[in-house]
């Protein structure tokens, strides 16, 4: 996963390190999430000098932008019907909350390609594997990933000090021969700020 850029506020502050709040889920039968806070490094402001006469002044520091994971489920497709010639979908759901959240300041919300070597993911059981995906969108076309290889990640100005809750939408797609009995992938969820 690339390192997400440092983010700065004028030339006169010193680069920072963004914190990696982390969730990683299961999809599937058991729909479960663990979930955890990772951090990836402190933000430091450098302290900016004004001159005026002979009287240095330091500008008052700005408040670090903080993110932490409230509660996390993911979708739970339940039952799968080989013979339907629909697709199995299903919508989990993420509770996030940010504190000093100042005005140009935005989060990226990622997911990793759980079981899969790409974001053509699928769920296993054992050797036996079922195809799905999980989606920025009701209509399911957007497919939620890092933001590479065609993929898209959430990314808002989230409000400061509101817990907000995001949908993640998922999809079996129609007549997979599979074997019967419970299919599950580890997700992680990571936001970058």
Known sequence: MAAAPPHTHGACHAPTRAHHPVAGFRTGSSGLWQTQDVTGGARTLAAMLLAALSLALAAPARAMIACSIHSAAGPNFGRYHLLSSAPNDSAGLLEF?????????????????????????????????IRYN??????????????????????????????????????????????????????VLTILY
């Open 134 to 187: 999980l989606y920025l969108d009701a209509a399911r076309t957007r497919i939620w990933g890092d933001g590479t290889r065609g993929t898209g990640v959430h990314q808002v100005r989230p409000p400061d000090g509101i817990a907000v809750s995001l949908p993640i939408y998922g999809r079996i797609p129609a007549r997979q021969n599979v074997q019967p009995g419970p299919y599950t992938d580890h997700v």
């Open 97 to 129: 909350r940010c504190d000093g959240v100042e005005p140009g300041d935005a989060i990226r919300i990622e997911l990793d390609r759980g079981n899969s070597n790409s974001f053509q993911r699928f769920m296993r059981q054992n050797r036996s594997r």
